[in-house]
């Protein structure tokens, strides 16, 4: 339980390479993550539909026809899948805590939200905007929870000049 608490900016000393196939752990992580995932994308539409004056629904979230370039409503939603993607970057750093998972665990959001998505409406999201939409937030998220995570990684390990450094 004391790994959970562990906040990836911690001193991992010690702890370099060390693996252990733990799946409650990570089933606990995805669950978490998916519900990050949703709440900070709900919280974002809802500040920018305050913003933009726009109706507020539950459909904005799992809507393919509501994203594009072409109307305000479209683009609001964009903007608002992208923040979402920083702010699930910031807290993959925190729940995940490792480089090489980031991909993994965004892959695994976004899967589910494809599932969510055709059991929403019924059938396969087709709109060009909502793959482009999705595929570019999995890059951003990636790219974003992978830096934060490696700044961290690199951290951990110590490089002094002169000091000895028990490995």
Known sequence: MQHLMRLPWTNMAGQFRSFQWDPI???AQII???CFWYFSLGMWI???D????FDLSIEQIFTQSDLGLYEDSGRTNIIGFALNS????????CVVGRTKQCLDFTAT??????????????????TFWWWVTNIVCVALTTVTAE???MRSEMKAIPVGMGSKVDL
């Open 50 to 53: 305050v913003i933009g004056k």
């Open 46 to 48: 809802f500040v920018l």
């Open 147 to 149: 830096f934060l995570c």
């Open 25 to 27: 752990l990570i089933i």
């Open 109 to 126: 959001i976004h899967l589910f939200h494809f599932f969510a998505c055709w059991i929403y409406f019924g059938y396969v999201p087709v």
């Open 86 to 93: 920083l702010t699930v970057s910031f807290i993959m750093w």
């Open 32 to 34: 978490a993550m998916i």
